[in-house]
Protein backbone atom coordinates (compact mmCIF):
# COMPACT_ATOMS: atom_id res chain seq x y z
CA UNK A 1 0.00 0.00 0.00
CA UNK A 2 1.26 3.64 -0.76
CA UNK A 3 1.16 6.13 1.72
CA UNK A 4 1.69 10.06 2.35
CA UNK A 5 3.47 11.44 5.41
CA UNK A 6 3.48 15.30 5.60
CA UNK A 7 4.62 15.88 8.94
CA UNK A 8 4.06 19.67 9.30
CA UNK A 9 0.46 20.45 9.85
CA UNK A 10 0.99 23.77 9.64
CA UNK A 11 3.46 26.79 8.90
CA UNK A 12 3.40 30.16 9.66
CA UNK A 13 5.58 32.82 8.08
CA UNK A 14 6.24 36.23 7.38
CA UNK A 15 5.68 37.21 3.87
CA UNK A 16 9.05 37.54 1.97
CA UNK A 17 10.64 34.24 4.03
CA UNK A 18 10.94 31.31 2.22
CA UNK A 19 9.22 28.10 3.65
CA UNK A 20 9.83 24.43 3.04
CA UNK A 21 6.95 21.98 2.79
CA UNK A 22 8.35 17.92 3.89
CA UNK A 23 6.69 15.35 1.93
CA UNK A 24 8.01 11.21 2.77
CA UNK A 25 6.28 8.92 0.56
CA UNK A 26 6.41 4.40 1.04
CA UNK A 27 5.62 2.51 -1.79
CA UNK A 28 6.71 -0.69 -2.60
CA UNK A 29 6.31 -0.18 -6.51
CA UNK A 30 9.15 0.79 -8.51
CA UNK A 31 7.62 3.08 -10.75
CA UNK A 32 5.25 5.76 -9.28
CA UNK A 33 4.53 9.34 -9.66
CA UNK A 34 4.50 12.25 -7.24
CA UNK A 35 2.36 15.44 -6.98
CA UNK A 36 1.71 18.74 -5.10
CA UNK A 37 -1.74 20.07 -4.84
CA UNK A 38 -2.43 23.75 -3.40
CA UNK A 39 -6.03 24.10 -1.52
CA UNK A 40 -6.77 27.95 -1.37
CA UNK A 41 -9.27 29.20 1.19
CA UNK A 42 -12.14 28.87 -2.09
CA UNK A 43 -11.65 24.96 -1.90
CA UNK A 44 -10.62 23.62 -5.14
CA UNK A 45 -7.47 21.93 -5.30
CA UNK A 46 -5.00 23.32 -7.69
CA UNK A 47 -2.54 20.85 -9.71
CA UNK A 48 0.91 22.42 -8.97
CA UNK A 49 3.53 19.80 -10.33
CA UNK A 50 3.68 15.77 -11.03
CA UNK A 51 7.66 13.95 -11.02
CA UNK A 52 7.87 10.44 -12.13
CA UNK A 53 10.19 8.33 -10.24
CA UNK A 54 12.50 7.49 -13.07
CA UNK A 55 13.50 11.20 -13.19
CA UNK A 56 14.88 12.54 -10.13
CA UNK A 57 15.80 16.19 -11.86
CA UNK A 58 14.93 19.27 -9.31
CA UNK A 59 12.12 22.05 -10.98
CA UNK A 60 11.92 25.15 -10.21
CA UNK A 61 8.93 27.35 -11.19
CA UNK A 62 8.84 30.93 -10.81
CA UNK A 63 9.09 31.11 -6.76
CA UNK A 64 8.26 27.12 -6.27
CA UNK A 65 10.69 25.02 -6.30
CA UNK A 66 10.70 21.04 -5.54
CA UNK A 67 13.45 18.42 -4.13
CA UNK A 68 12.67 15.21 -5.24
CA UNK A 69 15.37 12.54 -3.62
CA UNK A 70 14.89 8.75 -3.66
CA UNK A 71 17.30 8.14 -1.26
CA UNK A 72 15.44 9.35 1.69
CA UNK A 73 11.48 9.00 -0.13
CA UNK A 74 11.01 12.33 -0.16
CA UNK A 75 9.81 14.93 -2.31
CA UNK A 76 10.14 18.66 -0.50
CA UNK A 77 8.35 21.51 -1.78
CA UNK A 78 9.75 25.34 -1.05
CA UNK A 79 8.36 28.94 -1.70
CA UNK A 80 10.39 31.27 -1.91
CA UNK A 81 9.53 34.76 -0.97
CA UNK A 82 6.49 33.74 -0.12
CA UNK A 83 3.44 36.43 -0.43
CA UNK A 84 0.14 36.38 1.26
CA UNK A 85 -1.67 34.87 -1.74
CA UNK A 86 0.75 31.58 -1.17
CA UNK A 87 -1.58 31.03 1.74
CA UNK A 88 -3.17 27.87 1.64
CA UNK A 89 -3.32 24.32 2.17
CA UNK A 90 -0.86 22.30 0.55
CA UNK A 91 -1.13 18.42 -0.44
CA UNK A 92 1.35 15.73 -1.59
CA UNK A 93 0.30 12.96 -3.20
CA UNK A 94 1.29 9.83 -5.10
CA UNK A 95 -0.17 7.52 -7.50
CA UNK A 96 1.48 3.98 -8.45
CA UNK A 97 1.94 2.34 -12.02
CA UNK A 98 -1.11 -0.71 -11.04
CA UNK A 99 -3.25 1.56 -9.35
CA UNK A 100 -5.46 5.16 -10.76
CA UNK A 101 -5.73 6.48 -7.91
CA UNK A 102 -3.87 9.37 -5.59
CA UNK A 103 -2.77 8.92 -2.44
CA UNK A 104 -2.88 12.35 -0.01
CA UNK A 105 -0.94 13.46 2.56
CA UNK A 106 -2.89 15.23 5.47
CA UNK A 107 -1.49 18.69 3.60
CA UNK A 108 -0.03 21.21 5.56
CA UNK A 109 -1.49 24.64 5.97
CA UNK A 110 0.67 27.43 5.36
CA UNK A 111 -0.40 30.95 6.27
CA UNK A 112 1.81 34.26 4.88
CA UNK A 113 1.60 37.27 7.12
CA UNK A 114 1.73 40.78 5.86
CA UNK B 1 -9.49 23.40 -23.22
CA UNK B 2 -11.38 20.99 -20.46
CA UNK B 3 -13.04 22.55 -17.35
CA UNK B 4 -15.25 20.89 -14.84
CA UNK B 5 -18.44 21.24 -13.13
CA UNK B 6 -20.04 20.38 -10.00
CA UNK B 7 -23.12 21.02 -8.53
CA UNK B 8 -24.58 22.54 -6.58
CA UNK B 9 -21.81 24.20 -4.70
CA UNK B 10 -23.11 24.15 -1.37
CA UNK B 11 -26.18 22.03 0.39
CA UNK B 12 -27.67 21.58 3.70
CA UNK B 13 -29.69 18.54 3.89
CA UNK B 14 -31.59 17.17 6.94
CA UNK B 15 -30.02 13.68 7.98
CA UNK B 16 -32.26 10.64 6.34
CA UNK B 17 -32.92 12.51 3.00
CA UNK B 18 -31.45 11.64 -0.36
CA UNK B 19 -28.26 13.08 -1.97
CA UNK B 20 -27.55 13.63 -5.59
CA UNK B 21 -23.96 15.73 -6.58
CA UNK B 22 -23.24 15.83 -10.38
CA UNK B 23 -20.02 16.35 -12.04
CA UNK B 24 -19.54 16.97 -15.64
CA UNK B 25 -16.18 17.43 -17.46
CA UNK B 26 -15.83 19.37 -20.79
CA UNK B 27 -13.19 19.18 -23.55
CA UNK B 28 -12.14 15.63 -22.78
CA UNK B 29 -13.30 12.18 -24.24
CA UNK B 30 -13.19 9.08 -21.93
CA UNK B 31 -11.61 10.81 -19.25
CA UNK B 32 -10.82 8.49 -15.83
CA UNK B 33 -13.37 10.04 -12.61
CA UNK B 34 -13.59 10.46 -9.38
CA UNK B 35 -15.04 11.17 -6.39
CA UNK B 36 -13.49 12.76 -3.01
CA UNK B 37 -14.35 13.65 0.52
CA UNK B 38 -12.69 15.95 2.79
CA UNK B 39 -14.01 16.05 5.97
CA UNK B 40 -13.21 19.79 8.10
CA UNK B 41 -9.96 20.02 8.67
CA UNK B 42 -8.36 16.84 6.94
CA UNK B 43 -7.21 15.24 4.07
CA UNK B 44 -8.97 14.07 1.08
CA UNK B 45 -10.50 10.83 0.73
CA UNK B 46 -10.91 8.40 -2.26
CA UNK B 47 -14.47 7.21 -2.56
CA UNK B 48 -15.38 6.33 -6.21
CA UNK B 49 -13.04 6.09 -9.55
CA UNK B 50 -14.38 5.45 -12.79
CA UNK B 51 -12.47 4.35 -15.97
CA UNK B 52 -15.76 4.28 -18.43
CA UNK B 53 -19.36 4.31 -18.60
CA UNK B 54 -20.80 1.88 -15.73
CA UNK B 55 -17.87 1.03 -14.35
CA UNK B 56 -17.64 2.11 -10.91
CA UNK B 57 -14.75 1.22 -8.44
CA UNK B 58 -15.57 1.99 -4.95
CA UNK B 59 -12.72 2.71 -1.99
CA UNK B 60 -14.24 3.13 0.88
CA UNK B 61 -18.06 1.16 1.95
CA UNK B 62 -20.68 3.69 2.78
CA UNK B 63 -24.10 4.38 2.22
CA UNK B 64 -22.98 6.13 -1.16
CA UNK B 65 -23.22 5.15 -4.43
CA UNK B 66 -21.73 6.71 -7.63
CA UNK B 67 -22.77 6.49 -10.79
CA UNK B 68 -21.82 7.24 -14.35
CA UNK B 69 -24.54 7.28 -17.11
CA UNK B 70 -22.47 9.13 -19.55
CA UNK B 71 -18.92 9.25 -20.70
CA UNK B 72 -18.67 13.04 -18.93
CA UNK B 73 -21.15 12.42 -16.21
CA UNK B 74 -20.48 11.09 -12.42
CA UNK B 75 -23.14 11.27 -10.28
CA UNK B 76 -22.97 10.71 -6.54
CA UNK B 77 -25.77 9.24 -4.77
CA UNK B 78 -27.20 8.26 -1.02
CA UNK B 79 -31.07 6.82 -0.35
CA UNK B 80 -30.60 8.31 3.20
CA UNK B 81 -27.89 10.71 4.24
CA UNK B 82 -26.07 10.41 7.60
CA UNK B 83 -24.58 13.03 10.19
CA UNK B 84 -21.32 11.81 9.12
CA UNK B 85 -21.83 12.47 5.59
CA UNK B 86 -21.09 16.19 6.07
CA UNK B 87 -17.96 17.47 3.94
CA UNK B 88 -16.52 18.47 1.08
CA UNK B 89 -17.02 17.11 -1.97
CA UNK B 90 -14.66 16.90 -4.84
CA UNK B 91 -14.67 15.50 -8.52
CA UNK B 92 -11.88 15.08 -10.59
CA UNK B 93 -11.01 13.76 -13.79
CA UNK B 94 -7.78 12.33 -15.30
CA UNK B 95 -6.68 10.91 -18.48
CA UNK B 96 -7.33 7.96 -19.90
CA UNK B 97 -4.40 5.68 -18.42
CA UNK B 98 -4.46 6.87 -15.18
CA UNK B 99 -1.18 8.04 -14.28
CA UNK B 100 -1.42 11.65 -14.84
CA UNK B 101 -2.17 14.50 -12.83
CA UNK B 102 -5.98 14.59 -11.94
CA UNK B 103 -7.76 18.33 -12.03
CA UNK B 104 -10.34 19.07 -9.67
CA UNK B 105 -13.78 20.42 -9.60
CA UNK B 106 -14.60 23.24 -7.72
CA UNK B 107 -16.41 21.16 -5.40
CA UNK B 108 -20.30 20.63 -3.33
CA UNK B 109 -19.69 21.93 0.49
CA UNK B 110 -21.95 19.29 2.16
CA UNK B 111 -23.63 20.09 5.75
CA UNK B 112 -26.26 17.11 7.35
CA UNK B 113 -28.37 18.59 10.00
Known amino acids: AQKVTQAQTEISVVEKEDVTLDCVYE???????LFWYKQPPSGELVFLIR??????QNEISGRYSWNFQKSTSSFNFTITASQVVDSAVYFC???????????FGAGTTVTVRA | SQTIHQWPATLVQPVGSPLSLECTVE??????LYWYRQAAGRGLQLLFY??????ISSEVPQNLSASRPQDRQFILSSKKLLLSDSGFYLC????????????FGPGTRLTVT
Open chain 1, 27 to 33: TRDTTYY
Open chain 1, 51 to 56: RNSFDE
Open chain 2, 27 to 32: GTSNPN
Open chain 1, 93 to 103: ALSTLNDYKLS
Open chain 2, 50 to 55: SVGIGQ
Open chain 2, 92 to 103: AWGETGGHDEQY
